[in-house]
T-cell receptor, first 115, second 117 residues
Framework: EPEVTQTPSHQVTQMGQEVILRCVPI?????FYWYRQILGQKVEFLVS????????KSEIFDDQFSVERPDGSNFTLKIRSTKLEDSAMYFC?????????????FGSGTRLTVV | AQSVAQPEDQVNVAEGNPLTVKCTYS??????LFWYVQYPNRGLQFLLK??????LVKGSYGFEAEFNKSQTSFHLKKPSALVSDSALYFC???????????????FGKGTKLSVIP
C-alpha cells in the first residue's frame, strides 16, 4: 500500500536555528498538508498546498513557517527560527483529487525537539 | 468554526467485549467525518470515513461508526475488542462547503483505548 514518507523521524535543534522537515507524498496525490501534535494535545492543521501554492493555512502558520515542493516528489516544511513551543510531532499528509473526500494519508511523523 | 469533541480521555474494555469511542462534532452544513488510529511512535492510520449514504460505515480491522445527524455524533464501535486494538483514536471533521468551514481536517483531542486481556 502506498505510504507517505517523512524524514527524519526525530530531530533535535537549538532554539533560533532553522529546521527543514521533509516528506514524500504519495505519487498520484495532488493535495499536501502539514499538521502538528504538541505532546498530549490534539492534532492541529498547519497548511495545505495545491498546484504549487498554499491553499489554506491556520493561525499557527505564521511568517516563521514556509512550505515548498522543490521537485516532483518532495514536500518540505521549514521553520525559520525555532522556538521552544515549536517542539511537537509534525505530520505530513496527502490526498488524491477530491480534496480529502477520498481520505487523507498521513506519514509517521517527525518528532521535533527544540532545546 | 468547526470542532470535534471526544468526551472520554480513556476507555477501558475487556477483550472480547464490545467497545464504543464517542465523538460529537460541530460544523456548518453537512460534514465529512473520519476516524484515525495512532499506535505508539507511529503516524495516523485511516480507519473509516463518512461522506454520504448509509449512516453505518464499516472500516478497517472490524471497526464501524454510526453517523447520527440529529445528535451530531459519529461514535466508533467494534463488536468484540482485541488487545491489539489498544491505541489512541482520533475523530476528525471536514466541512463540505468552503465558507461554511475549513476544508481541512479538524481533530478531536483523542481517546486512549485500552483493551484488557
Amino acid at each position: 500500500e502506498p505510504e507517505v514518507t517523512q524524514t527524519p523521524s526525530h530531530q533535535v535543534t537549538q532554539m533560533g536555528q532553522e529546521v527543514i522537515l521533509r516528506c514524500v507524498p504519495i505519487s498520484n496525490h495532488l493535495y499536501f498538508y502539514w499538521y502538528r501534535q504538541i505532546l498530549g494535545q490534539k492534532v492541529e492543521f498547519l497548511v495545505s498546498f495545491y498546484n504549487n501554492e498554499i491553499s489554506e493555512k491556520s493561525e499557527i502558520f505564521d511568517d516563521q513557517f514556509s512550505v515548498e515542493r522543490p521537485d516532483g516528489s518532495n514536500f518540505t516544511l521549514k521553520i525559520r527560527s525555532t522556538k521552544l513551543e515549536d517542539s511537537a510531532m509534525y505530520f505530513c499528509a496527502s490526498s488524491p483529487p477530491g480534496q480529502g473526500v477520498y481520505g487523507y494519508t498521513f506519514g509517521s511523523g517527525t518528532r521535533l525537539t527544540v532545546v | 468554526a468547526q470542532s470535534v469533541a471526544q468526551p472520554e480521555d480513556q476507555v477501558n474494555v475487556a477483550e472480547g467485549n464490545p467497545l464504543t469511542v464517542k465523538c460529537t462534532y460541530s460544523v456548518s452544513g453537512n460534514p465529512y467525518l473520519f476516524w484515525y488510529v495512532q499506535y505508539p511512535n507511529r503516524g495516523l492510520q485511516f480507519l473509516l470515513k463518512y461522506i454520504t449514504g448509509d449512516n453505518l460505515v464499516k472500516g478497517s480491522y472490524g471497526f464501524e461508526a454510526e453517523f447520527n445527524k440529529s445528535q451530531t455524533s459519529f461514535h466508533l464501535k467494534k463488536p468484540s475488542a482485541l488487545v491489539s486494538d489498544s491505541a489512541l483514536y482520533f475523530c476528525a471533521v471536514r466541512a463540505t462547503v468552503r465558507g461554511a468551514g475549513s476544508y481541512q481536517l479538524t481533530f478531536g483531542k483523542g481517546t486512549k483505548l485500552s483493551v484488557i486481556p
